[in-house]
């Protein structure tokens, strides 16, 4: 399956399916889900998210797509403008996959919290 990529300003609202949509400003990239179920999918791009990879032609991201959260759970890699399908998400991996997002997020909590009680410290010892 070929994808088109599109540089855009702004993402707009209603997307075309076999498009990928790139805003550079917004440093993010939109596609809707290549299996066809219409779902969005975004993909920052960051130094922690995908790195897209535009060779004046095509566009490639790294790392592969996992949308493990759609029902589809669909998984594919884009290179080259291309949708290469990769390996389904099974029922284990998904139950992998959504533990460590909810340590993640237990950990960002945690963290804040931690950086709330120090700055409050900071504050009365201040004092
Ligand atoms: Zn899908």
Redesign the pocket.
């Known amino acids: 399956m070929r994808l088109e990529h599109r540089f855009v300003k702004f993402i707009p609202k209603d997307l075309e399916s076999g498009v990928i949509y790139i805003s550079i400003r917004f440093r993010t990239a939109i596609h809707l889900?290549?299996?066809?179920?219409?779902?969005k999918?975004v993909t920052p791009l960051s130094p922690a998210g995908w790195k897209l990879i535009f060779d004046g032609k095509t566009i490639s991201l790294d790392p592969s797509i996992g949308?493990w959260n759609?029902?589809?759970?669909?998984h594919y890699w884009i290179e080259g403008n291309r949708i290469h399908r990769a390996e389904e998400w099974s029922d284990e991996k998904v139950q992998k996959m959504r533990r460590v997002e909810r340590k993640e997020a237990h950990f960002k909590k945690k963290e804040n919290f931690y950086r709330r009680i120090r700055k409050l410290l900071r504050i009365s010892n201040t004092r």
């Open positions: 889900c290549a299996c066809g179920c219409g779902n999918t949308n759609f029902p589809c759970r669909s």
